[in-house]
């Protein structure tokens, strides 16, 4: 029971509730009165962040500005604070943990980019669409799937596991190069974004955009497939050790 | 305001800490022992005794005597039946809900029981600093710490604790993170660092980075149920095998021997189990066990610690040799077995030049100071330790916070209808890894009220998801065509309805004068055990008999014979203005007997010796 998210006005300010000031919707304290401002209905991990909308970041850039929010804002250094300042670091902390953890990985970083330029999720098509092959896939997945069949139908009949894992393995190469197509045309297109952010049309940047979300779609599509490739590949080595991580769930 | 202390709840042990000039220090007792057995006995005018007294009576009245309760704080009778067995207290308690423990005529919860705990130690830091001349020496606030895999209902139940002892909990933080503050204080250093926490009832491994002075942790996992008690338990396992079946006194009398032959081989290559004659085993017990045999006993559950460990290294990204530093933290690291593992395991030796056991508190202390001082040189990062989700549709869990999730960390979920006008929603709440509801634990079932009445499918509801960072959930919602903020109802799976807080407050009060009886019982005890214990030092002294053929009279002797016997009497008693005489009596009659011992001490230190040494 999940209906779709309603659009969300973006404010432009935000008022102070310590102070009662107006301040930016950037800005993390209050210019008139320097106390941490409330979230209010913040949308843009990269401006929250202090960084240009690209998608090329360096790692150890985006890390030094997680600590040094991390030191302004965390519940730790507002115990003696008003209890609006409290819930402020808490709110402001809660959002910097997301907006870093987002941003960290290329993928989560092309979905919250997708998301504020406009564009529908990646991730609810991915689940709902489930049975629906991008088109640019049809080929790869009908001959995986009349792979996998033959090979669950031999299993069932009694065959070697070994000579059926190297089939496996046989049928997951050529999805595997998908893979490392998909994600040189996704570091390609990133970088085409970012040479777009001051020169391009919207239009050329809106098609650029969509080129990324329908990559990224294929590439979820491609990672499933590869999931199932290694389920079925734990339940030929049921013997061995299989390479399905364990329960993390305490006893009991 | 009063003092802030960081307290290590422990499953064997607990510890009180605190921050003086900068500089964490754990705070003992007159003999210098730091450590709290994490053990309750009920006495039988329901006075409550806590600690090595409590201990002492595992031995003789074990059925109203609890210990290792941290293992039942946040769980359900399910989880816990098959080891309730070998304890000698009932546990019991409906399905779904909170275990009940059952000592004498009373029952109490776990958070009761760790309550008693706590007051013990807030007690003892009160004395502590009142002894410092300290005019504000009333503690009521603190940090606790926990173990990094303990869930949500975990967490709350040692928070309730926290509350039911009178102190305000600033902050519920993890034990390896904690233990890594204390680690970092004298190192400036930056790299990553695998804390390898093996305490007395639960395991946990968090990998940190440190840079800058925050310590963030990258992931983390375990095991809340092993520990040293498991290695204790296939020890005591081992003898009953043997011996048979026992009463529940001679149970504890071995499983006292066998830890005292564990922290033996700790040492040295060979040890003794060894009981005295007891009720069912009128010939005492002996067995010779070598190290070897001590590690092939307890290797499966030193190898049931390198699961989590290969899984938190997996998800922080990490190969073993790449984590810079490994400490350890915990009693049952000093067994040789676990650290030859964790040291080949890593490809380098283990850190463990602070104390095992005290390295968690003097954590929780810094935290504590940091909390209240806004010292901002270090900062902790800690992550939930499990992943967040809610039941959907046909039993699934849909994750909402993915766990090693940094914390506070929120999550969101939208609701609607599926009938025109329906105002409430049911909400259940679920904490684990797998797929289905019935594989995940339930933390709890929310009421989401008070939606405005709207054709089915047209509502709304955005229900908000907040670990705070403590680790525990709270829940919010609002309506936003409307905007109309939700109430929620919550009922906890396996914890403590406000409601039950604070009946318990209400109730503990009503026992604070026996509590504080017991006290006063205790020290008169432990006061009169001391000069037992020194009276019987000198007579039993090689040089004795010179003794009373010379300076003592007969009559002198006999009088100290009469008063020992008449105090040890007294002790088997719970009178304490008797105890408090009968110690009198013994002091008063060995006051002769002290200076004679006192004169020989002196001259025997003297003889031998030239005055240029002197």
Same mark, same amino acid.
């Given at each position: 029971m999940t209906p779709d998210s309603i659009p969300v006005s973006h404010v432009s300010t935000l008022e102070c509730r310590s102070c009662g000031a107006g301040a930016p919707v950037d800005e993390h304290f209050c210019p008139q009165c320097s106390r941490i401002l409330a979230l209010g209905r913040h949308g843009d991990y990269f401006a929250f962040f202090g960084l240009p909308r690209k998608l090329t970041i360096a790692q150890d850039d985006l890390e030094r500005r997680f600590r040094e929010l991390s030191r302004k804002? $965390?519940?730790?250094?507002?115990?003696?604070?008003?209890?609006?300042?409290?819930?402020?670091?808490?709110?402001?902390?809660?959002?910097?943990?997301?907006?870093?953890?987002?941003?960290?990985?290329?993928?989560?970083?092309?979905? $919250?980019?997708?998301?504020?330029?406009?564009?529908?999720?990646? %991730?609810?098509?991915?689940?709902?669409?489930?049975? %629906?092959?991008?088109p640019a896939l049809l080929e790869e997945v009908f001959e995986l799937n009349e792979e996998l069949d033959e090979i669950r139908e031999q299993r069932e009949a009694g065959a070697e596991p070994t000579a059926l894992a190297s089939r496996l393995d046989a049928a997951r190469a050529p999805i595997d190069r998908k893979r490392e197509e998909h994600e040189r045309q996704i570091e390609a297109l990133s970088v085409q974004w970012d040479s777009q952010a001051e020169s391009a049309t919207p239009a050329e940047r809106r098609a650029t955009l969509d080129a990324l979300r329908e990559t990224l779609l294929e590439r979820n599509y491609i990672n499933n497939l590869l999931a199932t490739i290694e389920r079925e590949g734990s339940g030929l080595s049921a013997l061995g050790p299989g390479p399905q991580a364990k329960s993390q769930e305490p006893r009991g | 305001?009063?003092?802030?202390?960081?307290?290590?709840?422990?499953?064997?042990?607990?510890?009180?800490?605190?921050?003086?000039?900068?500089?964490?220090?754990?705070?003992?007792?007159?003999?210098? /022992?730091?450590?709290?057995?994490?053990v309750v006995s009920l006495g039988d005018e329901g006075t409550i005794f806590v600690g090595r007294e409590a201990q002492r009576r595992l031995l003789t009245t074990a059925a109203r005597t609890v210990y290792s309760v941290k293992?039942?704080?946040?769980?359900?009778?399910?989880?816990?039946?098959?080891?309730?067995?070998?304890? +000698?207290?009932?546990?019991?308690?409906?399905?779904?809900?909170?275990?009940?423990?059952?000592?004498?005529?009373?029952?109490?919860?776990?958070?009761?029981?760790?309550?008693?705990?706590?007051? #013990?130690?807030?007690? *003892?830091?009160?004395?502590?600093?009142?002894?410092?001349?300290?005019?504000?020496? #009333?503690?009521d606030r603190a940090v606790i710490t926990v173990p990094a895999y303990f869930n949500d209902a975990q967490r709350t139940a040692t928070r309730d604790a926290g509350r039911?002892?009178?102190?305000?909990?600033?902050?519920?933080?993890?034990? +390896?993170?904690?233990?890594?503050?204390?680690?970092?204080?004298?190192?400036?250093?930056?790299?990553?660092?695998?804390?390898?926490?093996?305490?007395?009832?639960?395991?946990?491994?968090?990998?940190?980075?440190?840079?800058?002075?925050?310590?963030?942790?990258?992931?983390?996992?375990? /095991?809340t149920h092993l520990g040293g008690d498991d290695i204790d338990r296939v020890l005591v396992e081992r003898v009953l095998a043997e011996v048979g079946n026992v009463p529940a006194e001679t149970l504890q009398a071995i499983r006292k021997a066998v830890i005292q032959a564990k922290w033996d081989l700790s040492d040295h290559e060979h040890a003794e189990i060894r009981v005295e004659s007891q009720a069912g085993l009128p010939n005492g017990y002996r067995r010779a066990i070598t190290r070897a045999e001590f590690e092939v006993l307890i290797r499966p559950l030193v190898d049931r610690t390198l699961g989590p460990v290969r899984q938190a290294l997996s998800d922080a990204g990490l190969e073993p040799h790449e984590v810079d530093e490994v400490v350890l933290v915990g009693g049952a690291t000093r067994t040789p077995l676990v650290r030859r593992l964790v040291a080949e395991l890593f490809g380098k030796t283990p850190h463990s030049d602070l104390n095992p056991d005290e390295v968690v508190a003097l954590g929780a202390a810094v935290q504590a100071d940091i909390l209240v001082s806004g010292r901002r040189e270090m900062l902790l990062l800690d992550v939930t330790p499990l992943s967040l989700g809610i039941e959907t549709i046909g039993g699934v869990v849909s994750k909402i916070i993915m766990r090693n999730s940094t914390i506070p960390a929120s999550g969101r979920e939208m609701y609607t209808t599926s009938v025109d006008n329906q105002t409430?929603?049911?909400? =259940?709440? &679920?904490?684990?890894?797998?797929?289905?509801?019935?594989?995940?634990?339930?933390?709890? @079932?929310? !009421?989401?009220?008070?939606?405005? +009445? &709207?054709?089915?499918?047209?509502?709304?509801?955005?229900?908000?998801?907040?670990?705070?960072?403590?680790?525990?959930?709270?829940?919010?919602? *609002?309506?936003? *065509?409307?905007?109309?903020?939700?109430?929620?109802?919550?009922?906890?799976?396996?914890?403590?309805?406000?409601?039950?807080?604070?009946? &318990?407050?209400?109730?503990?009060?009503?026992?604070?004068?026996?509590?504080?009886?017991? @006290?006063?019982?205790?020290?008169?005890?432990?006061?009169?055990?001391?000069?037992?214990?020194?009276?019987?030092?000198?007579?039993?002294?090689?040089?004795?008999?010179?003794?009373?053929?010379? #300076?003592?009279?007969?009559?002198?002797?006999?009088?100290?014979?009469?008063?020992?016997?008449?105090? !040890? =009497?007294? &002790?088997?008693?719970?009178?304490?203005?008797?105890?408090?005489?009968?110690?009198?009596?013994l002091n008063h009659a060995t006051r002769h007997l002290a200076e004679i011992m006192m004169n020989r001490s002196v001259r025997e230190a003297l003889a031998g010796r030239n005055v240029k040494d002197i």
């Open positions: 804002f $965390h519940p730790d250094y507002y115990y003696n604070a008003t209890p609006t300042e409290r819930l402020a670091s808490l709110e402001r902390s809660s959002y910097l943990n997301d907006a870093y953890r987002a941003l960290r990985v290329p993928a989560t970083r092309i979905e $919250h980019l997708l998301a504020i330029e406009g564009l529908p999720s990646t %991730k609810s098509e991915g689940e709902s669409g489930a049975a %629906k092959v991008p | 305001m009063g003092k802030v202390v960081g307290i290590d709840l422990g499953t064997t042990n607990s510890l009180v800490a605190y921050v003086r000039d900068g500089a964490p220090r754990v705070i003992r007792d007159s003999t210098g /022992d730091a450590l709290v057995p994490s293992r039942f704080m946040g769980r359900g009778i399910d989880d816990v039946k098959d080891e309730a067995a070998l304890l +000698p207290f009932t546990v019991s308690g409906e399905a779904g809900g909170v275990v009940r423990i059952g000592v004498g005529d009373r029952e109490f919860t776990p958070p009761e029981i760790s309550a008693f705990v706590l007051r #013990e130690l807030k007690q *003892r830091a009160e004395d502590h600093f009142r002894e410092q001349g300290e005019f504000d020496f #009333e503690v039911l002892a009178g102190l305000e909990v600033l902050r519920i933080i993890s034990e +390896p993170t904690a233990a890594s503050l204390a680690y970092g204080l004298d190192k400036k250093n930056r790299g990553t660092i695998a804390v390898y926490d093996l305490g007395g009832g639960t395991f946990d491994i968090s990998i940190l980075k440190v840079e800058d002075g925050v310590f963030q942790a990258l992931a983390t996992s375990g /095991d409430a929603v049911d909400i =259940h709440v &679920m904490q684990g890894e797998r797929e289905l509801v019935a594989d995940c634990r339930s933390l709890a @079932r929310f !009421k989401l009220r008070g939606i405005p +009445p &709207m054709p089915a499918g047209l509502p709304r509801v955005e229900v908000r998801f907040q670990i705070d960072a403590n680790g525990i959930l709270s829940v919010g919602a *609002r309506e936003l *065509r409307t905007s109309v903020e939700q109430s929620i109802e919550v009922k906890p799976s396996y914890g403590l309805t406000d409601q039950e807080v604070e009946r &318990m407050l209400i109730e503990s009060f009503e026992h604070a004068q026996a509590d504080f009886d017991a @006290r006063l019982l205790i020290e008169a005890r432990n006061e009169a055990e001391s000069v037992i214990n020194a009276t019987e030092k000198s007579l039993r002294r090689p040089d004795f008999a010179d003794v009373t053929a010379g #300076e003592l009279t007969k009559d002198e002797l006999a009088q100290i014979d009469r008063t020992l016997a008449d105090l !040890k =009497h007294a &002790m088997a008693g719970t009178e304490r203005e008797v105890i408090h005489e009968k110690t009198h009596a």
